[in-house]
């Protein structure tokens, strides 16, 4: 892996738990392993142009592992699954780490430009997902409002499970979101054991 693909991992991990205000260029330095040169010759905009970028690229391994579970199962079973998806990552890091894309959006006075691609990584989701509902034979509109809504209640879900430091708030709103979309389509979630 070369200096830029490191740096841009170690963005996506100190965001997760620092925030973008907490992710300053002495820690990506440590945590990456890489030279201070190495950054400006990658990233001539510095730490702004680097978090944007690692922003980039967390979305997008996001929305496609979204495209790999929509198309393996029904939204349903899917959203019912999201707890245990953040569980491990939520235990492992003493309830450190969150969502690199909601500290991008957090974070836009340090980074104008993360956070307008997390905006348009929100964006992602929320068609991703109403697509989906769409073709489970929901109404446009309201496909749309129901993919928002998942959106912002399992960002939400995450945030309030570090804050308390147990899962339990992401389980009640995963449980629920999976019976409001099978409201919605008629499907019933599969049984999720995590």
């Given at each position: 892996m070369g200096a830029r693909d490191r740096l841009i991992d170690s963005a996506i991990a100190l965001m997760r738990c620092?925030?973008?205000?907490g992710t300053g260029i002495s820690q990506l330095l440590e945590h990456s392993g890489i030279s201070r040169r190495s950054?400006?010759?990658?990233?001539?905009?510095?730490?702004?142009?680097?978090?944007?970028e690692a922003t980039r690229t967390a979305g997008q391994a996001s929305s496609a592992l979204m495209r790999a579970l929509i198309g393996s199962t029904d939204l349903a079973s899917m959203i019912a699954a999201f707890p245990g998806m953040w569980r491990e990552g939520l235990l492992t890091s003493d309830f450190r780490a969150?969502?690199?894309?909601?500290?991008?959006a957090l974070g836009r006075s340090e980074s104008p430009e993360a956070a307008d691609v997390a905006?348009?990584?929100?964006?992602?989701?929320?068609?991703?997902?109403?697509d989906r509902l769409e073709a489970e034979s929901?109404?446009?509109?309201?496909?749309?409002?129901?993919?928002?809504?998942?959106?912002?209640?399992?960002?939400?879900?995450?945030?309030?499970?570090?804050?308390?430091?147990?899962t339990a708030p992401l389980e009640r709103a995963a449980k629920q979101l999976s019976e409001l979309v099978a409201l919605h389509t008629g499907k019933r979630a599969a049984e999720t054991r995590v």
């Open positions: 620092n925030g973008i205000a950054i400006y010759l990658n990233f001539p905009g510095g730490k702004s142009e680097l978090v944007a969150g969502c690199p894309i909601v500290a991008a905006g348009e990584t929100f964006t992602e989701w929320e068609n991703i997902l109403a929901v109404e446009p509109d309201t496909a749309k409002s129901l993919a928002t809504t998942i959106v912002a209640a399992v960002e939400g879900a995450v945030i309030m499970s570090a804050a308390t430091r147990t």
